[in-house]
């Protein structure tokens, strides 16, 4: 190996200055149909309007481009949720709010990606439903393929969904609208320090 | 495959909005020693200094996390960029100037990069210097240990490097000073349109 890191001059302090507030990611995690990307989607419109820097990674957006080598078995499926975590970080680093809506069932995947993104900057949201709500939802007719045997690794019916046992938010949307979810995310994440201006840039 | 596009209501014409500024790729392609990381380095300082939003992918960085698992023969070469112009892409649709500063030596590497990131928001940059210069620079030793046998794949001694046939800049580092450097590459990126403000937030 021939690695030399590189201290470059711009550091990520001097973009969180420029920005205004932390680099983050908020990492969503639950069942389809739980309503992790209309979620994600609430957040980041209300982050932007209020003038912070934001970036959404999506399975599918991320599947078609980055991950589009890789398949649905078990081991595509952590591969594809290491890369994000290393894009996250990567653009966490860059000084954006970095939001990602993926089933990711297992804790180890996601212990991974808060390892690469820190653990003060990594905060973890349950989108918790019961499987028969969404089930009920079944927004992209997943689950009726699963029933039909056309889909066989369908998370929550053939394979393992692995609850979080300490997130930083858990969000029952059976129970809540949009509206308080969100207003509960802002808190949650005000509250984590993330939206706040940098300790050295006040 | 069961992949639903989103269009998510944050844009990347908002997000740029937001920056002032498009989001954008500048891609530095040469060989190692040819100077890349130093003017890469040098043009995010010009341009944070300037209020504009910035990220420097680098080989060593992406190689350490993203690209960790990934060896140095031609496949783990060719996927190693393939990524970084997946990633590449996604930072610059996030709204960043994105500057990356790999060896990058094959054209249809640099094509795929140019594709994924849309002609109009890459600017690509031969960083070209004599290989004796570069051979004479060995900032990281890696001519020595290919002269030694070592190395066995150095690009410039066992590998090729492919010159750019249509860069957007070339800079001849034998013979500008990394200000005169940066200098035209802020004039280029300028005409290029891609420091402007969009048109649709003027």
New interface residues.
């Given amino acids: 190996m021939?690695?030399?890191?590189?201290n470059?001059?711009?550091t990520r302090a001097?973009?969180e200055e420029?920005?205004g507030h932390k680099g983050m990611v908020v990492w969503f995690t639950g069942l389809s149909g739980a309503g992790k990307?209309t979620l994600a989607?609430a957040l980041?419109?209300r982050l932007?309007a209020h003038?912070r820097?934001?970036?959404?990674?999506?399975g599918?957006?991320?599947?078609?481009?980055?991950n589009s080598?890789l398949d649905f078995s078990v081991a595509g499926r952590a591969?594809n949720i290491r890369?994000v975590g290393?894009?996250a970080?990567?653009?966490a680093?860059?000084?954006?709010i970095v939001i990602t809506a993926f089933i990711s069932p297992f804790r180890r995947e996601r212990e991974i990606a808060r390892q690469?993104v820190g653990d003060t900057r990594f905060y973890e949201v349950f989108v918790d439903a019961p499987l028969t709500v969404c089930e009920a939802r079944d927004p992209?007719g997943?689950y009726r393929?699963a029933r039909a045997g056309i889909?066989t690794d369908m998370t929550g019916i053939q394979s393992p969904y692995e609850r979080p046992r300490h997130p930083d938010l858990t969000l029952e949307t059976a129970l809540l609208s949009v509206s308080e979810s969100v207003s509960e995310l802002l808190a949650g994440i005000e509250v984590a320090g993330c939206l706040e201006m940098p300790e050295y840039a006040l």
């Fill in positions: 021939n690695l030399h890191t590189q470059f001059s711009v001097a973009r420029l920005n990307s989607n980041e419109k932007h003038g820097h934001t970036y959404l990674l999506d599918d957006n991320v599947r078609q481009g980055l080598d591969e890369r290393e894009v970080a990567l653009m680093d860059a000084g954006l690469r992209k997943l393929k889909l």
